[in-house]
C-alpha cells in the first residue's frame, strides 16, 4: 500500500474517531460510549480466544460465500457474456433471479441447510451471485471483434480465447464487481448470523447490544467493519498487481 | 492435390452478409491469383469489402460462394502459413510488448529462439519496448509489433488491412520503404488493403481496384513497386493518377 494512501487511511480514522468522540459527548456515553472506552474494551476482549472464534466463525462464512459465488458466477458469466446465443437463452433468468430479495429466503434456506454455516453461507452466495454474474456476463461482452480475430489468426482454440482475451479483459469488471459485493456480503453476514447462532460477529453484536454492553457491541461493529476493509483492500490489491496495463 | 504453382488462387470468389429478411452482397465473382515472393494492394472505395476480402482469405470468415487456395491445399479455417495484420494492430492491451510479439509463436508451438527474437525486434527498432504495453506505444510502434508477431510465425502469406492508416505521412513513407526491405529479406508475399493510392502503388506489384458493385473494377500490373528510386519517379506520379482515375470513374 502507498505511504499516501496509507496517510488518507489515518487521516479518516482519526477524522471519525473525533466525530465519534463529539457526538458521544453530545448524546451521553450510555447511548454512545466514547472511542477511549471502546478501545479499551477492545484491548481486553481480543486477548479472550471466545473474541476470536466469532472473528473466525464470520471470516469463515463469508469467505466462503465468496469464493463458492465467484467459483459460479464468474465462469458462468464470462460464458454467457462470450456466447450471444446462451446469453439469449439465460438473460430472461438472470432478468428475474437478479431483483428477487434473496434475504426473504432466509426462513427456507434455514428450514433445507438448518442453522448451522452453511445456510449463511448459501444465503451469502446467492445474493451476491446475480451481481458477480452480471459484471462478468458484460464485462465479456465489451471484446473488440478486431481481438477475436487477432487471436484467431494467431491460432488461438477456444481455451486460449478464455485465457487470453475473455478473462483478462473482463478482470477490471470483477474487481469493481467484488468490491462492491465486500459491502453487500459483510451486510448480509450481520443479518443471518443475528438469528439462531451463537458464533459469528453478528451474534456478538446483538448479545452486546441485549445486555446493552454498549462499549462491547461496538467492539463487535469494528471488527466486522475491519473484514470488509481487509477484504476490500485485498481486492483493489489485487487490481492494482494483475490488471496493471489498465494504469501503466 | 496440388492446383497451382501460385501460392494464393482465389476463385469466383462471393460474400453475402445476411440478417433476417435483408442481405448484403459486398463481393462478388471475386478471381485473382498471387505467386510467391509477389505483393498484391487490394483499394476501393469505403464499404467495397476489401477487408472482407482480407478475412475471407485469412480464414476467417467463410466465402459465400467460391474458394481459396493456398499452395494448394483449401482454405477452409485460419491457416499457420498466413498471417494477418490488423487495421488497429490486434495487439492484447493486457499483455506487454515482449508478450504480445511472442503470442502468435506460443500458440503455434513455434520454437524462437532468443537471437531470432532479436534479430526481428531489432529488424523492426522495437527492441527496447518489451516491458511497456500497447497503450503507452505510438501507431508505429504499434504496427511494428503487430508485424514482429507476424513475422515471427514465418508464414508464406502476409495480411495487412490499411496497416498505415492511423500514421501520420512522414512516419508511413518512412515505415512503408522500412516494411518493403524486412519483406524483400525475408522473401514475404503479401496483401495490402488500402485507401491510399500512393501506397498502393508503391506497395502492390498487382493493384486489385474493387467496387461498389462487389465486383473486380481491374487489375493493374504495377511491376517496379517497392522500389524506393520508383516512388520519385515521373513513372510513380503518372501510375497513381492512373489509379486515381480507375477509382473516380467507379459507381
Given at each position: ?5 496509507l496517510?488518507?487511511y ?18 451521553g ?12 474494551q ?5 486477548v ?9 466463525a ?5 469467505l466462503a460465500?465468496?469464493?463458492?459465488a ?5 465462469p ?7 456466447n ?8 430472461p ?44 456476463r ?6 473488440d471483434?478486431?481481438?477475436?480475430y487477432?487471436l484467431k489468426?494467431?491460432?488461438g482454440?477456444r481455451?486460449?480465447f478464455?485465457?487470453?482475451v ?11 464487481s467484488l ?11 450481520f443479518f ?6 451463537n ?28 473484514i470488509?476493509i ?16 489498465k494504469n501503466? | ?10 476463385r ?8 433476417g429478411s ?13 505467386a510467391?515472393?509477389?505483393?498484391l494492394?487490394v483499394?476501393?472505395?469505403s464499404g467495397?469489402g476489401?477487408?472482407?476480402?482480407l478475412?475471407?482469405?485469412?480464414g476467417?470468415?467463410?466465402p459465400?460462394?467460391g ?14 502459413k498466413?498471417?494477418?495484420v490488423?487495421?488497429?494492430y ?13 503470442l ?6 513455434i520454437g524462437?529462439?532468443?537471437?531470432e527474437l ?12 518489451d516491458h511497456?504495453?500497447?497503450?503507452q506505444l505510438s ?8 508485424l514482429?508477431?507476424a ?10 488491412d490499411?496497416p ?6 512522414i512516419?508511413r ?32 506489384r498487382k493493384i486489385?481496384?474493387l467496387?461498389n458493385?462487389a465486383?473486380?473494377?481491374t ?7 517497392g ?13 497513381s ?7 473516380e470513374?467507379l459507381?
Amino acid at each position: 500500500m502507498k505511504r499516501k494512501h496509507l496517510l488518507a487511511y489515518g487521516a479518516t480514522i482519526l477524522l471519525i474517531y473525533a466525530l465519534w468522540y463529539i457526538l458521544s459527548l453530545l448524546l451521553g456515553s450510555t447511548i454512545l460510549p466514547d472511542p477511549f472506552i471502546v478501545f479499551s474494551q477492545g484491548f481486553m476482549e481480543i486477548v479472550e480466544r471466545a473474541f476470536w472464534a466469532h472473528v473466525g466463525a464470520s471470516g469463515f462464512r463469508i469467505l466462503a460465500g465468496l469464493i463458492i459465488a465467484f467459483c459460479t458466477a464468474i465462469p458462468l458469466g464470462l460464458f454467457l457474456g462470450s456466447n450471444p446465443r446462451f446469453d439469449r437463452v439465460f438473460s430472461p433468468l438472470i432478468y428475474l433471479g437478479y431483483p428477487i430479495p434473496k434475504i426473504v429466503l432466509m426462513p427456507i434456506i434455514f428450514v433445507i441447510f438448518g442453522l448451522g454455516d452453511m445456510s449463511k453461507i448459501v444465503l451469502i452466495t446467492m445474493i451476491i451471485f446475480f451481481q458477480l454474474l452480471i459484471t462478468a456476463r458484460d464485462a465479456a461482452r465489451t471484446i473488440d471483434t478486431e481481438v477475436i480475430y487477432s487471436l484467431k489468426s494467431l491460432g488461438g482454440t477456444r481455451l486460449d480465447f478464455y485465457r487470453h482475451v475473455v478473462w483478462p479483459v473482463s478482470l477490471p469488471g470483477i474487481f469493481t464487481s467484488l468490491r462492491i459485493v465486500t459491502g453487500t456480503s459483510v451486510a448480509v453476514l450481520f443479518f443471518v448470523e443475528s438469528i439462531g447462532t451463537n458464533k459469528g460477529l453478528g451474534f456478538y453484536i446483538i448479545d452486546a447490544w441485549g445486555r446493552a454492553d454498549y462499549p462491547t457491541m461496538f467492539v463487535g461493529i469494528i471488527a466486522l467493519s475491519t473484514i470488509g476493509i481487509i477484504l476490500y483492500e485485498t481486492f483493489d490489491l489485487l487490481e492494482r498487481k494483475l490488471c496493471k496495463w489498465k494504469n501503466p | 492435390m496440388a492446383i497451382s504453382r501460385d501460392l494464393l488462387r482465389v476463385r469466383g470468389l462471393e460474400k453475402t452478409f445476411s440478417s433476417g429478411s435483408d442481405s448484403k452482397t459486398v463481393l462478388k465473382d471475386i478471381s485473382f491469383d498471387l505467386a510467391y515472393n509477389d505483393s498484391l494492394a487490394v483499394v476501393g472505395p469505403s464499404g467495397c469489402g476489401k477487408t472482407t476480402l482480407l478475412l475471407m482469405v485469412a480464414g476467417l470468415l467463410p466465402p459465400t460462394e467460391g474458394a481459396i487456395w493456398l499452395e494448394g491445399d483449401e482454405i477452409k479455417g485460419p491457416s499457420k502459413k498466413i498471417a494477418l495484420v490488423l487495421q488497429h494492430y490486434g495487439l492484447l492491451p493486457w499483455k506487454t510488448v515482449g508478450a504480445n510479439i511472442t503470442l502468435g509463436a506460443k500458440l503455434q508451438n513455434i520454437g524462437i529462439s532468443g537471437k531470432e527474437l532479436q534479430e526481428t525486434k531489432k529488424e523492426l527498432g522495437i527492441e527496447a519496448l518489451d516491458h511497456l504495453y500497447p497503450a503507452q506505444l505510438s501507431g508505429g510502434q504499434r504496427q511494428r509489433v503487430a508485424l514482429g508477431r507476424a513475422i515471427l510465425l514465418r508464414p508464406s502469406l502476409l495480411l495487412l488491412d490499411e496497416p498505415f492508416a492511423a500514421i501520420d505521412t512522414i512516419t508511413r513513407e518512412r515505415l512503408q520503404s522500412g516494411l518493403l526491405a524486412v519483406f524483400k529479406r525475408r522473401r514475404f508475399s503479401f496483401i495490402v488493403v488500402t485507401h491510399s493510392f500512393e501506397e498502393a502503388v508503391f506497395m502492390g506489384r498487382k493493384i486489385l481496384v474493387l467496387d461498389n458493385r462487389a465486383g473486380i473494377r481491374t487489375v493493374l500490373n504495377n511491376p517496379d513497386a517497392g522500389d524506393i528510386a520508383f516512388r520519385s519517379s515521373p513513372e510513380f506520379f503518372e501510375r497513381s493518377l492512373e489509379l486515381r482515375r480507375v477509382l473516380e470513374d467507379l459507381p
